[in-house]
């Protein structure tokens, strides 16, 4: 299916008080397809963690609907078929950690699920090495760096063998160093695995990795486009408190200078191989 999942026309209040709510989304609708790598960004409150957590039934709809692979979020029957598909990776790294050692983890989830100790080691390996921390198997978690918590955290939900992945500000707490490493294995995941991916992230150099970027604002999706789309200038991303990433602010820059730089360059060894 070409459409893994579909947002449509949905509204999302949380309740204050009784007879109080503050709208979070307004009839936002969205597709996403098997295999993409979406960016969502936009400015603080503008409702990206809130539709993240539609996108596999933590959150259900005020009004409208969310469908995964055809199945509605807000029929329970289903909940744990879209739960399966659809895994969630969160900002703060130790808040993700359930066992004593890596190994066991990444077995957690799987545990849950009763399935063969023989199939949950073989899956465990395969997730630790897809991440890089296989050698660090019998390690505690807890003295792992931020960069390797995280990907351990990503190793946990790629073990249940998930079609997409939703990351939600998964560098916020990283060194940069961490921020490369998690935003390499996220690519992996996508390239190489075929992962969808939803990505939320304040790094505006984060979404050139993107094949689409999605701007939220004020609960509504104001911009939906490639990143050539999004960062060619016409849009004022700084009205909305947005940075312009780095290489398409140079290419900007150089332009305005009078070199004539293809539309499509929004990678570093891009811009590089155009100039050199
Ligand atoms: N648990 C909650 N209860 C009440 N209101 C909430 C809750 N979580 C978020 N909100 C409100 O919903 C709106 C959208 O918040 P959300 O967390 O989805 O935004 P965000 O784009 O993820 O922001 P940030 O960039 O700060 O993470 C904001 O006005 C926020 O204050
Ligand atoms: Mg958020």
Request: hydrophobic share 40%; with cysteine.
């Amino acid at each position: 299916m070409n459409n893994m999942i579909e947002v449509e026309k949905v509204t999302f209040e949380y309740p204050l008080s009784e007879d109080h709510t503050i709208k979070a989304l307004e009839n936002i609708s969205l597709e996403i397809n098997e295999g993409e790598y979406i960016a969502l960004i936009g400015p603080n409150g503008s409702g990206k963690s809130t539709l993240a957590r539609h996108l596999n039934a933590i959150l259900l709809p005020t009004s409208g609907e969310v469908r995964v692979y055809g199945f509605p979020t807000n029929a329970e029957e289903y909940r744990w078929e879209i739960r399966r598909r659809v895994g969630m990776v969160f900002q703060n790294p130790d808040n993700q950690i359930v066992a004593t050692t890596v190994e066991e983890d990444v077995a957690f989830g799987l545990e849950n699920l009763g399935i063969e100790t023989s199939v949950i080691l073989e899956r465990v390996n395969e997730a630790l090495e897809l991440v890089g921390l296989f050698q660090l198997r019998n390690h505690a978690p807890h003295l792992l760096s931020g960069g390797q918590k995280q990907r351990l955290a990503i190793a946990g939900v790629v073990a249940m063998r998930p079609r997409c992945l939703v990351l939600d500000e998964p560098t916020a707490m990283l060194d940069p160093r961490g921020r490369r490493e998690v935003l390499e294995t996220v690519k992996k995941m996508n390239r190489q695995e075929g992962i969808t991916v939803v990505h939320i992230t304040h790094f505006m150099e984060e979404t050139l990795e993107a094949g689409r970027v999605v701007v939220m604002n004020r609960g509504n999706i104001i911009q939906n486009g490639s990143p050539e789309e999004i960062f060619n200038g016409k849009i004022d991303l700084h009205a909305l408190g947005l940075e312009m990433p780095t290489v398409p602010k140079l290419v900007r820059m150089l332009r305005a200078g009078g070199l004539n730089i293809p539309e499509n360059v929004v990678h570093v060894h891009e811009l590089v191989s155009f100039l050199c």
